[in-house]
């Protein structure tokens, strides 16, 4: 099972992500990073900026891009990565990867090689949308995909309309890790704030593995921590318990 916790607000969130970032780097200084986009993963990435750790051998992966956008639109997560996680973490932007470069029908196994090559992820950092999907995997995504091209769904589109002047400028195809490529990162921390994730949030904690909802593939991984907010938390029906769990960590056990 996931460890959840429940915390305070998304600072909270923020600072024991980031302290999970720095005990992983402490250990090892050339540590793979999985980095997501979207607002979810920003207190994580302000409290690193504030702990101003050298990051300078780390490698970073994104989970996803869209397809259609010039790498270079300040949409584009190419940009995005660069304004969010690169800059303000003072990572080797040469170190830093994100995917959909090159021809499009090579990238997603180019993607796949380059994973490899850099000796896997680490900690995989993720959001989980509101239809349930993690990187860009939207409803009935195979369990065992690998990075590929993907449509997005309309509810998906209309989430992420408000980066963009209008809804028809959101692309409509991307390119995303796969949930079997997410599956292979060695630490999954899967944060969730505000009531409108709390469904997505319940189905993929304690609902059935499925591909209905991608982020319920999380149940697969024998490592997993999932840092929520009360309101993400309300629909969890092991709230309490986790809660128990959480007061009655045993010091020893990491993040
Ligand atoms: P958000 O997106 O962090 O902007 O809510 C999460 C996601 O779509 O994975």
Redesign the pocket.
């Known amino acids: 099972m996931a460890e959840v916790i429940i915390v305070a607000d998304e600072e909270q969130a923020g600072a024991l992500g980031a302290e999970a970032v720095a005990a992983l780097v402490a250990w090892k200084p050339d540590a793979v990073l999985g980095v997501?986009t979207?607002?979810?993963p920003l207190p994580v990435y302000r409290a690193l900026a504030a702990r101003s750790l050298d990051l300078s051998r780390v490698s970073a992966f994104a989970l996803d891009e869209y397809v259609g956008l010039p790498l270079d639109a300040p949409q584009s997560y190419h940009s995005v990565i660069a304004r969010e996680v690169t800059e303000p973490l003072g990572l080797d932007p040469a170190r830093v990867h994100v995917p959909g470069e090159g021809p499009l029908e090579e990238a997603g196994e180019a993607y796949e090689r380059d994973l490899r090559d850099a000796g896997g992820v680490d900690l995989q950092i993720l959001?989980?949308?509101t239809d349930g999907?993690?990187g860009f995997n939207e409803p009935g995504s195979s369990l065992a995909s690998l990075t590929r091209i993907k449509t997005l769904t309309e509810q998906?589109r209309r989430?992420n309309a408000r980066f963009f002047r209008s809804l028809e400028e959101v692309p409509i195809h991307c390119i995303t890790q796969g949930l079997g490529t997410i599956l292979r990162a060695r630490h999954l921390l899967l944060l969730a704030f505000g009531e409108g994730k709390a469904d997505a949030l319940a189905a993929a904690v304690e609902g059935p593995v499925s591909a209905r909802v991608p982020g319920s593939v999380i149940q697969l991984h024998p490592r997993v921590t999932v840092l929520v907010d009360d309101r993400a938390a309300s629909r969890l029906e092991y709230a309490d318990y986790y809660r128990y769990a959480y007061a009655n960590k045993p010091s020893w056990q990491p993040l």
């Open positions: 997501a979207g607002s979810t959001g989980i949308g999907h993690i998906t989430d």
